[in-house]
Each structure stands twice: as structure tokens, then as C-alpha cells.
Nanobody, 126 residues
Framework: EVQLVESGGGLVQAGGSLRLSCAAS????????IGWFRQVPGKEREGLSC????????NYTDSVKGRFTISSDRAKNVVYLQMNNLRPEDTALYYC???????????????????WGQGTQVTVSS
């Protein structure tokens, strides 16, 4: 079973940056697709980005293209989400998730992911 722990959330002013981390254990990163999601109360969980540990391919949802960058440190089994030019509407609980049999060619949707972290809160003030 894959265990995931997110960190790096916090309070930031609009226009600022944060880097979220997702530490994976229980399975080598090169066998996984790791995705980042976010959710606000009353709304569905939104897929943001994903990275394939097998070939490094990445994918982004349109709402974060050009502002968010996903990357990985294979040696540490950590995936990062660098978030720049943050907006108040980016305020949410951010999750990372792992997929053993997924692909970055799939839509970034929760149904394709098997294991989830507990989330880290990001709050962007105006």
C-alpha cells in the first residue's frame, strides 16, 4: 500500500508562491503516477496536475497551466507542486494521490487514483 504525506501549505498573499511536497512510501515512485488535487467545501475534488514516475511525463489542467509546475525527486520519493502567482480562488485543501496503473494520458480525475494523503491547506488572501 502506498502512503502519502503532503506538506508545504499555508497562508500567502495573492501573487505569492508556495511549494507543496508529497512524500510517498511503500512503493517506489518510478512505478507510480502521482497527481495533485484540490477541494473546497461543497465542491468536487479538482485534478490539477500529474507526473508519471516511469517516464517523467506531466499533465496539467487548464486552470493551472503556466502557474503551477509539478516535479519529482526520485531519490527522495517526493513529488512537488510549485505554485506561483497564487489567487484567492486557489484557496483549498490540496491532496496528492497515487495510481499504480494510471497514466498521465488519462484525465486527472480521482477515479484513476488509489491512495490519498490527508491534505494540506492553502489559503490565499486578497
Amino acid at each position: 500500500e502506498v502512503q502519502l504525506v503532503e506538506s508545504g501549505g499555508g497562508l500567502v498573499q495573492a501573487g505569492g508562491s508556495l511549494r507543496l511536497s508529497c512524500a510517498a512510501s511503500g512503493f517506489a515512485f518510478e512505478n507510480l503516477v502521482i497527481g495533485w488535487f484540490r477541494q473546497v467545501p461543497g465542491k468536487e475534488r479538482e485534478g490539477l496536475s500529474c507526473i508519471d514516475g516511469r517516464d517523467g511525463r506531466t499533465n496539467y489542467t487548464d486552470s493551472v497551466k503556466g502557474r503551477f509546475t509539478i516535479s519529482s525527486d526520485r531519490a527522495k520519493n517526493v513529488v512537488y507542486l510549485q505554485m506561483n502567482n497564487l489567487r484567492p480562488e486557489d484557496t483549498a485543501l490540496y491532496y496528492c494521490a497515487a495510481s499504480l496503473f494510471g497514466s498521465t494520458w488519462y484525465p486527472i480525475a480521482p477515479i484513476h487514483y488509489d491512495s490519498w494523503g490527508q491534505g494540506t491547506q492553502v489559503t490565499v488572501s486578497s
